[in-house]
């Protein structure tokens, strides 16, 4: 069965830190395109970082460069998002998302994009508090 399961978020206070977690089941995560993404209350989802399957580079959203830093483990087959210096701001869902069906190149847009990827999580909840 193909999984992808978000863990790590929760509640801190302004400057402080998290580890998310996305760990996939049922496929071996290295080989795709894989995204952070996140989505506030009224606000559409958006990509936060990602690796890109095209060319196997990091990228960020200007609003968290320098303060998140995306990972991968593939013995673990899991990816990781650790997040520092988090503001309020940063509250929203995360969710991680991984391009099984190939639809970045295919649709010729971005890692970044959200219409990149197929394949989602449920998502954990991130509140920084002030």
């Known amino acids: 069965q193909v999984q992808l399961v978000e863990s790590g978020g929760g509640l801190v206070q302004s400057g402080g830190s998290l580890r998310l977690s996305c760990a996939a089941s049922g496929f071996t995560l290295k080989y795709y395109q894989i995204g952070w993404f996140r989505q506030a209350p009224g606000k559409e989802r958006e990509g936060v970082s990602c690796?890109?399957?095209?060319?196997?580079?990091?990228y960020y959203a200007d609003s968290v460069k320098g303060r998140f830093t995306f990972s991968r483990d593939d013995a673990k087959n899991s990816a990781f998002l650790q997040m520092n210096s988090l503001r309020p701001e940063d509250t929203a869902v995360y969710y991680c998302?991984?391009?099984?069906?190939?639809?970045?190149?295919?649709?010729?847009?971005?890692?970044?994009?959200?219409?990149?990827?197929?394949?989602w999580g449920q998502g954990t909840q991130v509140t920084v508090s002030t």
């Open positions: 998302a991984v391009d099984r069906e190939g639809w970045g190149p295919a649709r010729r847009v971005g890692c970044l994009e959200e219409a990149a990827f197929g394949s």
């Open positions: 690796i890109s399957s095209s060319d196997g580079r990091i």
